[in-house]
């Protein structure tokens, strides 16, 4: 059972903001969004997560809706180096136990 | 950081021989570890979790005697895959958490590319 839904793929011209939607209507109120992203041939590479609030760092922002439902990971100005998969991950990372597990993400191609 | 490295970064071996991978958190404890495989085109599969110091916990489906892993210490974990078969071929990933971790987010290694000829 799918927990998230992504667009199969996007593209973005480089320097431009990527916006990634992902849909996770049956989100609970003790589970977290991640995005975590794989360039091709290496293994994933954390960006940010995020319950209710948005976020900021680094890489990226999230922007988490009021509802819960969806959330958008947005690159202010993506690069070349910022093609990859990127997947969008609900779990309840409160307790101990829990499993990452991948759905087939959005491949993100940047162009120049 | 938080550095996970594996080794090999890739293997060819024959078919019916083992193949030991190893897995290491460089600079933090990892109580937990996971191995996933991903075959080409397609998102990564969760093959088990193993904590240090206790059996490895497998996902349905996957074959506990064939991939053996071991879970020594806060830093290593190993995934054999023993008797080798062209199927096997994948790229392997492990991936660890940090012990009493307050950001519990995952670092994942480079992976393994194993050809099984």
């Known amino acids: 059972d799918a927990k998230t839904t992504q667009p199969t793929s996007m593209d973005c011209a480089e320097g431009r903001a990527a916006n990634l939607p992902c849909n996770h209507s049956?989100?609970?109120?003790?589970?977290?969004v991640y995005w975590y992203r794989q360039i091709h041939s290496q293994g994933p590479q954390y960006i940010i997560h995020?319950?209710?609030n948005n976020e900021t760092n680094e890489m990226a922002s999230l922007i988490i809706t009021e509802d819960r439902k969806s959330s958008t990971l947005i690159l202010p100005h993506a690069t070349l180096r910022d093609t990859a998969v990127y997947y969008c991950?609900?779990?309840?990372?409160?307790?101990?136990?829990?499993?990452?597990?991948f759905g087939k993400g959005t491949l993100l191609t940047v162009n120049p | 950081g938080a550095v996970v490295s594996q080794h090999p970064s890739w293997v060819i071996c024959k078919s019916g021989t083992s193949v030991k991978i190893e897995c290491r958190s460089l600079?933090?404890?990892?109580?937990?570890m996971f191995w996933y495989r991903q075959f080409p085109k397609q998102s990564l599969m969760l093959m088990a979790t193993?904590?240090?110091?206790?059996?490895?916990?497998?996902e349905q489906g996957v074959e506990k005697d064939k991939f053996l892993i071991n879970h020594a210490s806060l830093t290593l974990s190993t995934l054999t895959v023993t008797s080798a078969h062209p199927e096997d071929s994948s790229f392997y990933i492990c991936?660890?958490?940090?012990?009493?971790?307050?950001?519990?987010?995952?670092?994942f290694g480079p992976g393994t590319r194993l050809t099984v000829l």
């Open positions: 991936s660890a958490r940090k012990r009493r971790a307050l950001a519990p987010e995952q670092f």
């Open positions: 049956t989100i609970s109120g003790n589970e977290y």
């Open positions: 193993s904590n240090e110091g206790s059996k490895a916990t497998y």
């Open positions: 995020g319950l209710k």
């Open positions: 600079d933090f404890q990892a109580t937990t």
């Open positions: 991950i609900v779990i309840d990372s409160g307790g101990s136990n829990y499993k990452l597990t």
